[in-house]
């Protein structure tokens, strides 16, 4: 069965945060709170057409710190959530947030458990405590580690967002994040490129010329060797990349972003295997046979993969072969 979220945005109004890279109009402005009457209609009328187009969904209540959040508030509107799983088990899997590492303690994860809170996400963003100084973002690396522990001890799942290319960021920080997201053993992580906005910390940083975010072919690459990391480690990368979005498209000064980031991620490993397998290969014409749904991945974007591989000697084409990932046979 298919699975989908039904987001619930809940604007933090009033956040005493700055994050550098956060434009607080777009979620403390206009946005509307939603009452929990609103999010009761809102699942009851879903439920049905979820059932009817045969899917599940978890109900998620993203857009800040949830947990932050006055905490009748946050009650009710789990009341809500927690009412709409007992009705609708056989749609609604679950409930799940995200948050801010210093806005989770034991009474908190005990709150949330009671109320079923399926999944809890920790804006994590770096593991390097001068990244996280930098970007003013109010927590610490140990607040991540704490917080990680309490959600993982619950049983609750445990998911870690992390950016690359923030202010004072390095490729080794990031790599450093990696390692020890990896060592907390969440359940799946989210990679946000940094992108630099319009009315943000980063944008004056960036428009006075005092930071520029790392390129893009550099964020591939990175997010990349990323990627395999935490395959490797078993850990599911769930996002790469912000959503599709003309307010980012409109409001963009820097930085990286792509609506179709990940499948160019993912060619790049592509590339990476083959040019790795094709260099003990003497240089010459190849097949490359792949699985179908890998077909495009191995090919690049605008054959991106097939021009680089050509560049370096090894003039290929890709054909299908179900079950393979890369094999290479002279033409
Ligand atoms: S990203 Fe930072 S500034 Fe923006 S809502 Fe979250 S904590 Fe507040």
Redesign the pocket.
């Known amino acids: 069965m298919k699975r989908t979220n039904i987001s619930v945005f809940i604007p ?1 109004k009033g ?5 550098s ?2 434009d ?1 109009r777009s ?2 402005g206009a946005a509307h709170a939603p009452t929990p009457q609103e999010v009761s209609e809102l699942l009851e009328g879903q439920a049905q057409h979820l059932s009817d187009i045969g899917m599940t969904a978890e109900i998620a209540f993203f857009g ?2 949830f947990t ?1 959040i006055p905490r009748d508030y946050m009650v009710s509107l789990l009341e809500c959530a927690g009412s709409a799983v007992e009705k609708y088990p056989q749609v609604y899997s679950g409930i799940r947030c995200s948050t ?1 590492p210093d806005c989770i303690d034991e009474e908190t994860v005990s709150l949330l458990k009671k109320y079923g809170m399926t999944a809890v996400e920790l ?1 994590a963003q770096s593991m390097s405590g001068e990244v996280l100084v930098a970007n ?3 927590h610490s690396p140990e607040d991540v580690r704490r917080a990680a522990k309490l959600i993982r001890e619950s049983g609750i799942s445990l998911g870690l967002q992390m950016m690359t290319g923030l202010y004072k960021d390095s490729e080794d920080a990031v790599r450093f994040t990696c390692r020890e997201f990896i060592a907390m053993n969440p359940d799946t992580v989210r990679i946000y490129p940094t992108v630099i906005l319009k009315g943000t910390r980063l944008g004056e940083l960036y428009e006075s010329g005092e930071y520029c975010s790392f390129g893009f072919e550099q964020t591939v690459d990175l997010c990349a060797e990323l990627l395999r990391e935490f395959t490797n480690a078993g850990i599911k990368v769930i996002r790469m990349g912000l959503h599709a979005s003309k307010d980012v498209e409109r409001d963009m000064l820097g930085g990286v972003y792509h609506p179709a980031f990940r499948e160019i991620v993912e060619s790049r490993l592509f590339l990476r295997d083959a040019e790795n397998m094709l260099s003990r290969l003497p240089q010459g014409e190849y097949t490359l046979y792949t699985d179908p749904k890998n077909i495009s991945r191995l090919t690049g974007q605008k054959r991106g993969n097939i021009a680089a591989l050509s560049e370096r000697g090894y003039s290929v084409k890709v054909k299908p072969c179900a079950g393979e990932y890369i094999r290479a046979e002279l033409a």
């Open positions: 933090h956040c005493p945060h700055r994050c890279f956060c607080q979620i403390s800040g710190s932050a801010r804006g003013e973002r109010g």
